[in-house]
């Protein structure tokens, strides 16, 4: 099977990128050919607001060399329109809500004209995939027919190294950017106490925010972009990993976090919600609550037992996310669309 993957991103610590690159991985393993076209074999602007414009553009016009294709499998509704003038049967794979996701980002305006973009898109796919039950939910109710097939990892490709730097050492890991949480963050930062270490791996739009509090903070540590292999390491050697995004799919760096067994704090929001249960397999808080981030934070350090029970049932939680099971998921709706 020829299968031609179409995303924003391919490369990186972000969950698009990793989703993608995992289901490469998978079908490669399994016989299949793939090709990826994305940012960084396309022509893109690299300027908020331009750079998935532009990647459409350049997608659009490459998909007319990408030939023989038997699956089309696009990520994100910037990847629909190439989709739409590629060759094969084409199935969009959603990783959150979109319209919801710009709004956040680029606020109202923009996020009602994506809004009215992504119901177009929508129509343009064979098979519309969600990774998350919120997501399910709401396109759904949109009346599109949607399946759901979350987000995975690759359980036996994790780096095993464990990196700890501070005895008491807590790590966030993703786009440093407003839906993340990231201001709500930094906000509790500033009151950790000076034993208790931060550190906040990624990049983003807030990367100078992060530069000032980490100035003036010695115990936040802006780490920027690091490779695949070092952050799982560091979040192997960190007590806790704090996740407070605004929106969320089903997030791998929580994935690899319950892994990698050690406890979670996150926001009850979108997919965290599905991964998570409150009390059982991570703490859930609610959206802009940074002092309740700080209180549940210095709890799970001094509750070893706590931690403990957390982290046991995660990673049995996890073990149903693993590309093994996943990527059968994918490959039995390609094989429903060459039928």
Known sequence: ??????????GGIGGIAQHVQGLSEFLKKNGH?????????????????????????????KTKFKKGNDIVHAHNLPSALPMKNASGKKI???HGIYSEQIDALHG??????????EKDALTWADVITVISKEAHDYYTKLGFKVSLVPNAIDLSSLPKQKEKLYEKQVIYVGRLSKEKGILDLLEMSKKLP?????????????????????????????MGYQPRERTISLIRGSDL?????????????????????????ATNVGGNKEILEHGKTGIL??????????????????????????????FNQVQKYDWSHVGNLYLNIYEYLLK
């Open 108 to 117: 109202k305006a923009t996020g009602k004209l994506s809004s009215s973009y």
């Open 241 to 265: 990993l704090i996740q407070p995004s605004i929106v969320e799919g089903i997030s791998s760096t929580l994935l690899e976090a319950m892994a990698c067994k050690i406890p979670i704090i």
């Open 194 to 222: 000076d034993d208790t270490h931060l550190l906040i791996l990624g990049s983003g739009p807030e990367e100078e925010k992060v530069k000032e509090v980490a100035k003036s903070h010695p115990n936040i540590h802006f």
């Open 33 to 61: 050919k793939v090709d990826i076209l994305s940012s960084e074999n396309t022509f893109t602007i690299p300027l908020k607001g331009l750079k998935n414009p532009s990647f459409m553009l350049s997608a659009l016009l």
């Open 285 to 314: 808080v609610e959206l802009y609550s940074p002092t309740r981030i700080l209180e549940e934070t210095l709890d799970l350090l001094s509750n070893r037992e706590k931690s403990t029970s957390l982290i046991q049932e995660a």
């Open 92 to 94: 969009l794979t959603l």
């Open 1 to 10: 099977m020829q299968v031609l993957i179409i995303s924003p991103t391919q």
